[in-house]
Every structure is written in structure tokens, then in C-alpha cells.
């Protein structure tokens, strides 16, 4: 089963109507966005908001804030980096999400191998903190598109395994950190092992560097990402383009006819 939906609820106030217009299209999965930082901090609204999200089948993630490095050579910024974590992760329960999506950090000075080191150290740490707590969440690395940022996919499907962390599957930023030369087959085929998947997916543009930006969902794209899927796994697929909600109805209508 492939679950569509956009990343993006809106504020407090409109998330429930949101969560009900996407159920009426089909879409069943959504990315609560806090980008910036965490905006829904009353406990017993976002109770009301998960309880209603069951209830339209629709599962929840979240994604953390982009300020986030846990490999800075300053001990305080990886620190702030935890907590922003914890933070989503702690609302994130309250709300029934199963997921915290976050970007790990940048390479820095560090070499890859103490790169790597470093955010494993850290993500091991925000596991322990999510077992004391018994916060029924899990927190997942992403792939990401600009070279000089950690997540790759041999760095994120190791993290997972040496830490329990899941992983958030971007097709768009692998395109884009691969210069276009990585099909949605190949980057599959990295995490086919797992018996689940969560994904982002958007169009993109890229340049030597990797990611310049996200752009609408060209429908070719589409096509070729659904095909290149299993039909017998669970996957989830948020869409991250201008317009996501659009977007992933398209993606629901290819799927459907594809099945």
C-alpha cells in the first residue's frame, strides 16, 4: 500500500478541516511541517488532532527544524540540535506520529568517518532520550541533495542500522546529489531490505552542487518513481513540491490507474 499526502498541515486552528480536505481527495499520510520551529505546543489540541488524523486513516510525521547540526564543532549548537529533536518528538507523541524527519548535519572540517561518528553518537543519545520518555516515536535521517551535507545513501542506510533510527527516502535529493545519474529503481534498491518506507518526493532543480531548489512534480517523474515501487510494501510518500497537496492527488491518480 502506497499512503500519498503533502507536507504541510497548516496552523492549529485549520489543521483538523486540512486533515478532513485531504481525506476527501484520498490522501492518506501528511508531514507536519516545523520548519521553523514547533508551533503546535498545546498538548491537548494536538490530541484532538491526532485522534481526528486516525480517525480519517490519514498517519502522521513530522519534520524538524532545518536548524539542526549534529556534527558542529560547537558542543552548544549539537545540544540545541537534540532538543529541537526531543521537542518534536515530544509533541510528536501526543499527536500520533510515528515519524520525526530531520536533516543530521553538515561535514564541516570533520572527514566523513568523524562525520559520521559524531551523528550517530548524537542520534543514540535522542534514542535513549525517547525510550526514558516512552514517547511511541521514532526519529528517521534523510537523504539529502547538496554534497556538502551528510546523507548520502550509504550514510543513512548505515545509520539506521547502527542506531535503530529509521531514514526518510528522498528521490528528489539523491537526483539532484547524484547529478541526475541515479534512477528511482537504484535508490530503491538501497533500502528494499526494510519492510516499510517513507519518502519525499518533489520536482527539483539542481546545478554541480547538488539542490537548488524544490519545483512542482513534473507527471513524467511521477511515472517513472511509481514504477519503479513494489505494490506489496508500505510506503509513504510526501510530497514537497510549491504545491503538495496538488501533487500528490496527481500521484494518487497515476498510482490507481497503475494498480
Given at each position: 500500500?502506497?499512503?500519498?499526502?503533502?507536507?504541510?498541515?497548516?496552523?492549529?486552528?485549520?489543521?483538523?478541516?486540512?486533515?478532513e480536505?485531504?481525506?476527501?481527495?484520498?490522501?492518506?499520510?501528511?508531514?507536519?511541517?516545523f520548519?521553523y520551529?514547533?508551533?503546535?505546543?498545546?498538548?491537548?489540541?494536538?490530541?484532538?488532532?491526532?485522534?481526528?488524523?486516525?480517525?480519517?486513516?490519514?498517519?502522521?510525521?513530522?519534520h524538524?527544524?532545518y536548524?539542526?547540526?549534529l556534527?558542529?564543532?560547537?558542543?552548544?549548537?549539537?545540544?540545541?540540535?537534540?532538543?529541537?529533536?526531543?521537542?518534536?518528538c515530544?509533541?510528536?507523541?501526543?499527536?500520533?506520529?510515528?515519524?520525526?524527519?530531520?536533516?543530521?548535519?553538515?561535514?564541516?572540517?570533520?572527514?566523513?568517518?568523524?562525520?559520521?561518528?559524531?551523528?550517530?553518537?548524537?542520534?543514540?543519545?535522542?534514542?535513549?532520550?525517547?525510550?526514558?520518555?516512552?514517547?511511541?516515536?521514532?526519529?528517521?535521517?534523510?537523504?539529502t541533495?547538496?554534497?556538502?551535507?551528510?546523507?548520502?545513501?550509504?550514510?543513512?542506510?548505515?545509520l539506521?542500522?547502527?542506531?535503530?533510527?529509521?531514514f526518510?527516502?528522498?528521490?528528489?535529493?539523491?537526483l539532484?546529489?547524484?547529478?541526475?545519474?541515479?534512477?528511482?529503481g537504484k535508490?530503491?534498491?538501497?533500502?528494499k531490505?526494510?519492510?516499510?518506507?517513507?519518502?519525499?518526493?518533489?520536482?527539483?532543480?539542481?546545478?554541480?552542487?547538488?539542490?537548488?531548489?524544490?519545483?512542482?512534480?513534473?507527471?513524467?517523474?511521477?511515472?517513472?518513481?511509481?514504477?519503479?515501487?513494489?505494490?506489496?510494501?508500505?510506503?509513504?510518500?510526501?510530497?514537497?513540491?510549491?504545491?503538495?497537496?496538488?501533487?500528490?492527488?496527481?500521484?494518487?491518480?497515476?498510482?490507481?490507474?497503475?494498480?
Open positions: 500500500m502506497i499512503r500519498f499526502g503533502p507536507a504541510g498541515m497548516g496552523g492549529v486552528k485549520e489543521a483538523i478541516w486540512n486533515l480536505s485531504f481525506h476527501k481527495y484520498g490522501l492518506r499520510a501528511c508531514e507536519i511541517a520548519t520551529g514547533v508551533y503546535i505546543r498545546d498538548e491537548q489540541a494536538a490530541m484532538a488532532i491526532g485522534k481526528r488524523a486516525r480517525e480519517l486513516d490519514i498517519k502522521l510525521s513530522i524538524a527544524p536548524y539542526i547540526n556534527n558542529s564543532e560547537d558542543k552548544k549548537k549539537i545540544e540545541e540540535s537534540k532538543h529541537r529533536i526531543l521537542e518534536c515530544k509533541i510528536g507523541d501526543k499527536l500520533g506520529a510515528y515519524l520525526v524527519v530531520f536533516h543530521p548535519g553538515y561535514y564541516g572540517k570533520s572527514g566523513k568517518q568523524e562525520t559520521y561518528k559524531n551523528i550517530k553518537k548524537a542520534i543514540l543519545n535522542i534514542k535513549k532520550e525517547i525510550k526514558k520518555n516512552k514517547w511511541n516515536i521514532n526519529v528517521a535521517a534523510e537523504t541533495g547538496k554534497l556538502n551535507v551528510f546523507g548520502d545513501v550509504s550514510e543513512i542506510v548505515k539506521a542500522g547502527d542506531t535503530g533510527c529509521f526518510c527516502l528522498d528521490f528528489a535529493h539523491l539532484a546529489r547524484s547529478q541526475g545519474k541515479m534512477n528511482y535508490m530503491y534498491n538501497y533500502f531490505k526494510f519492510p516499510s518506507l517513507h519518502c519525499h518526493f518533489s520536482g527539483i532543480d539542481y546545478g554541480e552542487k547538488g539542490e537548488k531548489n524544490h519545483k512542482l512534480t513534473p507527471e513524467q517523474e511521477m511515472k517513472k518513481l511509481l514504477s519503479a515501487l513494489p505494490k506489496n510494501k508500505e510506503i509513504v510518500i510526501i510530497n514537497e513540491s510549491p504545491d503538495p497537496a496538488g501533487d500528490s492527488v496527481k500521484m494518487l491518480k497515476f498510482w490507481n490507474k497503475m494498480r
